[in-house]
């Protein structure tokens, strides 16, 4: 009996742990199940640490759509789809480019999950006994040269229509950064209802220790398939299967190969990120600092700065592209950080859908078979308001602000 009242958690990244927190917190006996030690196998463990609650619109849009030539690495830009990988990605850019037209509707969608992730976040991180990992210091957007006052008047202007409050960014600050990268003009903005945190990697740890101290185990077993018995579920891992009542799957872009016997489809891509991070280079503000033209996030974290870019659509099993960390290197020196050409780089893959909308739903026709991914480039952002409402799902409360997020939405 004691077996089906457990509920295992498939995937041990941000998501996972969180979701096994909010459970384990409730009283629930959890046990989450990873390949490797909790953070380090997907995107959590370079996570920019930027709580991003001004993204509440998804990525597909017409103009993106119509432009995206001009963001490609071959360009000098941060987007990058290997021609080798163009028939495989086909299938994935059709359904983006559909998902373009339809931006407002999922903008509705997404927003409101979006905007209370800080408070969500911090609050989680409390009851886990870390507070300290999280800075609600907002965060920072600069121009520099050109036309940076059109600039400033765009993002103003499209922000006010989504509601997400900003101030003009302090004289002083726009002037350290000006100073900093030697340009001529800059300007910036300020948001103030974001945070960071000071190490995505702790906090994973940290949703980790405190589930276990509710009661939860880890176990380090690679989920292979999940398999219905009598009992609820088995998650056959190559030795002993682990057996629950419930099952939660947060495997990221590994996803769709659990739930694809079910029923349904989950068409992920893996969005490859890249950091850098500069133990000897010093902050410009206690806050992220997202440069606009450069398309690049720096972040103040424990004992360095880390610097995120990229979205390369290689596929989960390529090796990291030694260009791309080089890139980071010479923008990051530019704009007047402290950084040697030996500085510790990153690859990792983002669970995204082809819409830029979350997957978060119960199994239709499997009792007790839940998921949650694809939280796209802010996995981080909504690991504290997704942990929430997975624990209202698996027990049972209804969440129809959920229901765009239902897998069903790509057919079966």
């Given at each position: 009996?004691?077996?089906?009242?457990?509920?295992?958690?498939?995937?041990?990244?941000?998501?996972?742990?969180?979701?096994?927190?909010?459970?384990?917190?409730?009283?629930?006996?959890?046990?989450?199940?990873?390949?490797?030690?909790?953070?380090?196998?997907?995107?959590?463990?370079?996570?920019?640490?930027?709580?991003?609650?001004?993204?509440?619109?998804?990525?597909?849009?017409?103009?993106?759509?119509?432009?995206?030539?001009?963001?490609?690495?071959?360009?000098?830009?941060?987007?990058?789809?290997?021609?080798?990988?163009?028939?495989?990605?086909?299938?994935?850019?059709?359904r983006?480019?559909?998902?373009?037209?339809?931006?407002?509707?999922?903008?509705?969608?997404?927003?409101?999950?979006?905007?209370?992730?800080?408070?969500?976040?911090?609050?989680?991180?409390?009851?886990a006994g870390?507070?300290?990992?999280?800075?609600?210091?907002?965060?920072?957007?600069?121009?520099?040269?050109?036309?940076?006052?059109?600039?400033?008047?765009?993002?103003?202007?499209?922000?006010?229509?989504?509601e997400?409050?900003?101030?003009?960014?302090?004289?002083?600050?726009?002037?350290a950064?000006?100073?900093?990268?030697?340009?001529?003009?800059a300007?910036?903005?300020?948001?103030?209802?974001?945070?960071?945190?000071?190490?995505?990697l702790?906090?994973v740890?940290?949703?980790?220790?405190?589930?276990?101290?509710?009661?939860?185990?880890?176990?380090?077993?690679?989920?292979?398939?999940?398999?219905?018995?009598?009992?609820?579920y088995?998650?056959?891992?190559?030795?002993?299967?682990?057996?629950?009542?419930?099952?939660?799957?947060?495997?990221?872009?590994?996803?769709?190969?659990?739930?694809?016997?079910?029923?349904?489809?989950?068409?992920?891509?893996?969005?490859?990120?890249?950091?850098?991070?500069?133990?000897?280079?010093?902050?410009?503000?206690?806050?992220?600092?997202?440069?606009?033209?450069?398309?690049?996030?720096?972040?103040?974290?424990?004992?360095?700065?880390?610097?995120?870019?990229?979205?390369?659509?290689?596929?989960?099993?390529?090796?990291?592209?030694?260009?791309?960390?080089?890139?980071?290197?010479?923008?990051?020196?530019?704009?007047?950080?402290?950084c040697?050409?030996?500085?510790?780089?990153?690859?990792?893959?983002?669970?995204?859908l082809?819409?830029?909308?979350?997957?978060?739903?119960?199994?239709?026709?499997?009792?007790?078979?839940?998921?949650?991914?694809?939280?796209?480039?802010?996995?981080?952002?909504?690991?504290?308001i997704?942990?929430?409402?997975m624990?209202?799902?698996?027990?049972?409360?209804p969440?129809?602000d959920?229901?765009?997020?239902?897998?069903?939405?790509?057919?079966?």
């Amino acid at each position: 009996m004691r077996e089906q009242e457990r509920v295992a958690v498939i995937g041990a990244g941000v998501i996972g742990a969180s979701v096994a927190y909010a459970l384990s917190r409730a009283g629930r006996d959890v046990v989450l199940i990873d390949r490797a030690p909790p953070g380090e196998a997907g995107a959590s463990y370079g996570n920019a640490g930027h709580i991003a609650t001004e993204l509440v619109e998804p990525l597909p849009s017409p103009s993106l759509l119509f432009n995206f030539w001009r963001e490609s690495f071959a360009r000098g830009g941060v987007l990058d789809i290997p021609a080798r990988r163009l028939g495989a990605f086909a299938p994935w850019a059709l359904r983006f480019a559909r998902a373009a037209f339809r931006r407002a509707a999922n903008t509705r969608q997404l927003a409101p999950f979006v905007r209370p992730a800080v408070p969500a976040l911090v609050g989680l991180l409390t009851d886990a006994g870390r507070p300290d990992l999280i800075r609600q210091h907002g965060h920072y957007e600069a121009w520099l040269g050109g036309d940076v006052d059109a600039s400033l008047a765009a993002e103003v202007a499209a922000m006010n229509a989504l509601e997400v409050p900003t101030a003009p960014a302090p004289r002083d600050v726009v002037e350290a950064i000006r100073v900093a990268a030697n340009a001529d003009r800059a300007t910036g903005l300020y948001f103030p209802k974001c945070a960071h945190v000071l190490d995505p990697l702790e906090v994973v740890r940290a949703f980790v220790t405190a589930a276990q101290r509710h009661g939860a185990t880890f176990e380090r077993r690679e989920a292979r398939a999940i398999q219905v018995t009598s009992a609820g579920y088995e998650v056959l891992t190559g030795g002993d299967p682990v057996v629950a009542g419930t099952v939660v799957i947060c495997l990221g872009v590994w996803s769709e190969p659990l739930l694809k016997p079910f029923g349904l489809r989950a068409p992920l891509e893996a969005a490859r990120g890249y950091h850098i991070q500069m133990p000897d280079a010093r902050a410009l503000v206690d806050a992220p600092i997202v440069y606009a033209n450069e398309k690049m996030v720096v972040t103040p974290m424990a004992g360095r700065l880390r610097a995120t870019s990229f979205m390369e659509f290689a596929g989960t099993a390529a090796p990291p592209d030694p260009r791309k960390p080089a890139w980071l290197r010479t923008k990051v020196r530019g704009l007047g950080y402290a950084c040697g050409d030996d500085v510790a780089s990153w690859v990792g893959p983002r669970p995204v859908l082809p819409d830029y909308l979350p997957a978060i739903g119960r199994v239709p026709g499997a009792p007790g078979l839940f998921y949650s991914f694809a939280h796209q480039h802010i996995g981080l952002t909504l690991s504290g308001i997704n942990a929430l409402a997975m624990a209202d799902l698996v027990a049972g409360r209804p969440r129809p602000d959920l229901d765009a997020f239902d897998l069903r939405r790509f057919g079966s």
